[in-house]
């Protein structure tokens, strides 16, 4: 077959085949196990409000894994919800939210926290982390009260670019966290996947003790939709409801929530999908390695960031879904693939195989 005839017939099957989406993790709908629950229960009268049975059990199963009876849990139904909610409730009107300028708080948001009245005093970060050093550096800047006060520091793990923040360099941050009088909040939308990561040494109950609030993200991890709050921090607790309500968090069908994450955390199916997405996702960045291609950030958790010829993404596309992140040069770009407790290991393995294909025509 010459050349020509190859690139042909490579185009046509990559142009007829059904697209997969690797766009992001929560395509799917949710894990049969949760969808099997909410039949189960669905014709059983509950109180509403989250004071259901459901929602209870989970909470009262989530604080044996955190380690903490006396964290405070609430269910909200997104990851946005969930920022707004909890920094508009922790800053006083002139205080603001320390971020990295990936931070999902600063670019994905639309501006949902300066909605709330609070700036975001935005870092620069390479690998989508913060340090004490960078935390540091802003609060030298803010001097007086012609500025606003730097109260709380906004983290993610994973990253919105698939990093992970190690044991030691929470342990930092959150030690210089409370020697300057800052509270520390993590996001978690993807949390399973950091938790499950390969190179992961934190555990959730050692993570409970290191931050002030954070919240476990069930929409990214099997979920229907959900995600839940947890506060250890005192102060932070007082009047959660109120706030809820006054945002439109506090669900009439609060079981809804409750179900799932009850579901989620009974026998562990939410570490167990993460670590199958994060297994997918290893599977890609071996085959994509191999290939020789480099990736933007070294990432062991369920996004990676290969980078590829322009040329090979645009035909790729036309068979898979993907975000390109961002250019490198001219000819080149990051793409993310993300994958889900649902990837298959033949769509990884054939995602493969077209860009090795793609690679020997270009060659």
Same mark, same amino acid.
């Given at each position: 077959?010459?050349?020509?005839?190859?690139?042909?017939?490579?185009?046509?099957?990559?142009?007829?085949?059904?697209?997969?989406?690797?766009?992001?993790?929560?395509?799917?709908?949710?894990?049969?196990?949760?969808?099997?629950?909410?039949?189960?229960?669905?014709?059983?009268?509950?109180?509403?409000?989250?004071?259901?049975?459901?929602?209870?059990?989970? %909470?009262?199963?989530?604080?044996?894994?955190?380690?903490?009876?006396?964290?405070?849990? !609430?269910?909200?139904?997104?990851?946005?919800?969930?920022? @707004?909610?909890?920094?508009?409730?922790?800053?006083?009107?002139?205080?603001?939210?320390?971020?990295?300028?990936?931070? !999902?708080?600063?670019?994905?948001?639309?501006?949902?926290?300066?909605?709330?009245?609070?700036?975001?005093?935005?870092?620069?970060?390479?690998?989508?982390? #913060?340090?004490?050093?960078?935390?540091?550096?802003?609060?030298?800047?803010?001097?007086?009260? !012609?500025?606003?006060?730097?109260?709380?520091?906004?983290?993610?793990?994973?990253?919105?670019?698939?990093?992970?923040?190690?044991?030691?360099?929470?342990?930092?941050?959150?030690?210089?966290?409370?020697?300057?009088?800052?509270?520390?909040?993590?996001?978690?939308?993807?949390?399973?996947?950091?938790?499950?990561?390969?190179?992961?040494?934190?555990?959730?109950?050692?993570?409970?003790?290191?931050?002030?609030?954070?919240?476990?993200?069930?929409?990214?991890?099997?979920?229907?939709?959900?995600?839940?709050?947890?506060?250890?921090?005192?102060?932070?607790?007082?009047?959660?409801?109120?706030?809820?309500?006054?945002?439109?968090?506090? @669900?009439?069908?609060?079981?809804? @929530?409750?179900?799932?994450?009850?579901?989620?955390?009974?026998?562990?199916?939410?570490?167990?999908?993460?670590? !199958?997405?994060?297994?997918?996702?290893?599977?890609?960045?071996?085959?994509?390695?191999? #290939?020789?291609?480099?990736?933007?950030?070294?990432?062991?958790?369920?996004?990676?960031?290969?980078?590829?010829?322009?040329?090979?993404?645009?035909?790729?596309?036309?068979?898979?879904?993907?975000?390109?992140?961002?250019?490198?040069?001219?000819?080149?770009?990051?793409?993310?693939?993300?994958?889900?407790?649902?990837?298959?290991?033949?769509?990884?393995?054939?995602?493969?195989?077209?860009?090795?294909?793609?690679?020997?025509? %270009?060659?």
């Amino acid at each position: 077959m010459s050349n020509s005839t190859e690139k042909n017939s490579t185009q046509e099957h990559l142009s007829k085949a059904v697209v997969y989406s690797f766009k992001n993790d929560y395509s799917e709908g949710a894990h049969p196990s949760i969808l099997e629950a909410m039949m189960e229960t669905n014709l059983h009268q509950q109180e509403g409000y989250g004071e259901d049975a459901y929602s209870l059990e989970a %909470i009262k199963i989530m604080r044996e894994k955190l380690q903490s009876d006396q964290a405070d849990i !609430h269910f909200v139904a997104g990851g946005t919800q969930a920022n @707004l909610i909890v920094i508009s409730s922790i800053l006083k009107p002139y205080e603001s939210v320390i971020a990295a300028d990936t931070g !999902h708080i600063n670019v994905h948001e639309t501006g949902a926290i300066e909605a709330t009245g609070h700036k975001i005093n935005v870092v620069h970060s390479k690998d989508g982390k #913060l340090a004490p050093k960078d935390v540091e550096s802003v609060l030298e800047f803010h001097t007086d009260e !012609h500025m606003v006060k730097p109260r709380l520091v906004y983290i993610s793990n994973s990253t919105e670019i698939g990093t992970i923040y190690k044991k030691k360099e929470l342990e930092e941050l959150s030690l210089f966290c409370k020697s300057n009088n800052l509270l520390l909040f993590l996001d978690g939308a993807r949390l399973g996947s950091a938790l499950t990561a390969e190179e992961n040494d934190l555990s959730l109950p050692e993570l409970a003790k290191l931050v002030d609030v954070f919240y476990i993200g069930g929409t990214k991890n099997g979920a229907l939709l959900g995600e839940a709050i947890i506060i250890t921090n005192d102060e932070a607790k007082k009047d959660f409801r109120f706030h809820l309500k006054q945002k439109g968090a506090l @669900l009439a069908k609060g079981r809804l @929530l409750g179900i799932q994450f009850l579901t989620l955390f009974k026998k562990n199916l939410f570490f167990h999908s993460a670590r !199958h997405a994060n297994e997918m996702a290893e599977r890609l960045s071996e085959g994509i390695q191999s #290939l020789g291609y480099k990736f933007l950030v070294q990432s062991t958790s369920n996004q990676i960031f290969p980078i590829l010829p322009n040329d090979i993404i645009d035909q790729l596309s036309n068979k898979y879904g993907f975000y390109v992140w961002c250019k490198i040069d001219d000819k080149t770009s990051a793409i993310r693939l993300v994958t889900s407790w649902a990837t298959k290991e033949e769509t990884v393995n054939s995602f493969i195989k077209d860009l090795e294909a793609l690679s020997e025509m %270009i060659e």
